[in-house]
């Protein structure tokens, strides 16, 4: 089989890594994938958002399967495209992906069907949302509609942050037209858990649970990042919690999206806050989470082509679905400043007989070195047989690791492991 693979991250990567092991392909094409994948596929210097182009490009070379891994190219209509020339794909619809593509939408569906989430309010306009926002406790959570690369969501600690964030968000338009629409909701409390499902509109097989770090430095500290780490399983998410989870949340979302004719096929992320009152949901996405994937794949003991393409065919009932025991930790190494401001190309020294797999991020080759690329720049995971153990085994790969201006947390883990031994 000649597999396409869409997108260019650390995700990618994970996702490369874990198709090759099929004895059935013959060829992956990441596009436009970096210059770390460029040792587990072939990169085509075709963008992720370039639909027209990914189409020609697959009809071209035979394409028997897609997936189309990253946010943007899923709402903008590349699984409809490739499908309507004849190559199955593995992820959602435009009509589907706006589960994530718009936060309005995702909001309204929530409410309507009685899915547990944060009590919120929707504004299109900036002066109502500040005579909203005068009034309001604190702290409270401002949301960019649209798509923001991770980064539109702010948590106001007074109201000056969140007259800030208005300010930013709808009128300075830093996420242009993201921005026309945000919606405010309460902040809520507790345990953070991500949980990637794989769906095939009929069927819902979550994977393994995990936990992100999203602020940029050590001790939960600096501003949100696409994330520094991951870690799987999530503690905090008992097996009680998950059967609720199954009954409140997963399946009734796969039933909206039903009821709404925009049946869901691929991976629904469910992002989770535990709290007090029971489960919530604080967002979807549409796709396979980063860095969660990083952490998931590496324990999937299944062969994941053959449940990608159940779920395409709508037979994911009929998947062999299962996860080790173990654990995973996956440490993020990024360049110093992300996200705000940061150097690249720097050359990256990478030793062999490392204790983890290195998946790569913002990598590019020149004259047959790696060089980084990006705010973030590899994402360093190992597995283990309890946390302790992967945890330990994930710095001892980054500690080795070399390039200038290198920077990652020291925590990743750190939360999780003092949840599992209250």
């Known amino acids: 089989m000649k597999i396409m693979v869409i997108g260019g991250g650390g995700r990618e990567h994970a996702l ?13 094409y990441a596009l436009p994938g970096n210059g770390g994948i460029a040792a587990d596929a072939e990169c085509v210097p075709i963008g992720a958002k370039d639909i027209e182009a990914i189409t020609a490009f ?15 190219p899923l709402v903008l209509g590349a699984v409809d495209a490739l499908e309507a020339m004849g190559i199955p ?12 593509g718009s936060k309005v939408f995702s909001k309204m569906l929530m409410e309507k069907y009685g899915i547990p989430t944060a009590s919120s309010r929707i504004f299109s306009d900036a002066k109502e949302a500040r005579e909203y926002l005068r009034t309001s406790e604190y702290p409270i959570v401002i949301k960019a509609d649209g798509l923001a690369l991770g980064k539109g969501v702010f ?10 964030a208005i300010a930013a968000i709808m009128e300075e338009k830093v996420f242009g037209d993201s921005g026309n629409r945000v919606v405010v909701e309460e902040c809520l409390t507790g345990p953070e858990v991500s ?12 994977m393994v649970s995990s936990m992100d770090h999203k602020r940029a430095q050590t001790g939960d500290l600096g501003p949100n990042t696409g994330g520094m780490g991951a870690i799987a399983p999530n503690p905090f998410y008992t097996q009680e919690i998950a059967d609720r989870c199954m009954e409140e949340i997963f399946l009734p979302t796969m039933k909206a999206m039903n009821s709404e004719d925009r049946p869901f096929r691929g991976c629904l992320y469910f992002g989770l ?18 860095p969660e994937t990083q952490v998931v794949l590496p324990l999937l003991e299944s062969d994941l082509l053959d449940i990608l393409v159940h779920v395409s065919r709508e037979t994911l009932a009929q998947a062999d679905v299962r996860f ?31 204790p983890a797999q290195v998946y790569a991020a913002g990598v590019r080759t020149e004259n047959g070195k790696l060089l980084t690329a990006g705010g973030r720049v590899l994402g360093v995971t190992a597995v283990g047989q309890d946390l302790a153990q992967a945890v ?10 070399r390039f200038e201006n290198a920077y990652y947390r020291t925590d990743i883990g750190k939360k999780a492991l003092a949840g599992g031994e209250q």
Not at 89 to 97: K, T
């Open 273 to 290: 806050m535990l709290t007090d009152n029971g489960p919530k949901v604080i967002e979807y996405n549409c796709r396979f989470g980063d």
């Open 195 to 206: 949980v990637l499902a794989f769906t095939d509109g009929e069927t819902m097989i979550p």
């Open 58 to 72: 697959a009809r071209s070379h035979g394409v028997d399967f897609a997936v189309v891994a990253p946010d943007d």
């Open 89 to 100: 794909c593995f992820g959602p619809s435009a009509r589907a992906a706006e589960i994530e």
């Open 16 to 28: 490369i890594r874990k198709i090759k092991e099929n004895p059935d392909v013959q060829k992956i």
């Open 324 to 354: 080790s025991a173990g654990s995973s930790c996956c440490v993020i190494m990024a360049s110093a400043g992300y996200p705000i401001k940061h150097e690249t190309g720097f050359e990256i020294n990478i030793p062999s007989g490392l």
């Open 155 to 164: 948590i106001a600690e007074s109201r000056q942050d969140a007259m800030e």
């Open 392 to 401: 330990s085994r994930a710095y001892e790969a980054v500690e080795q690791i």
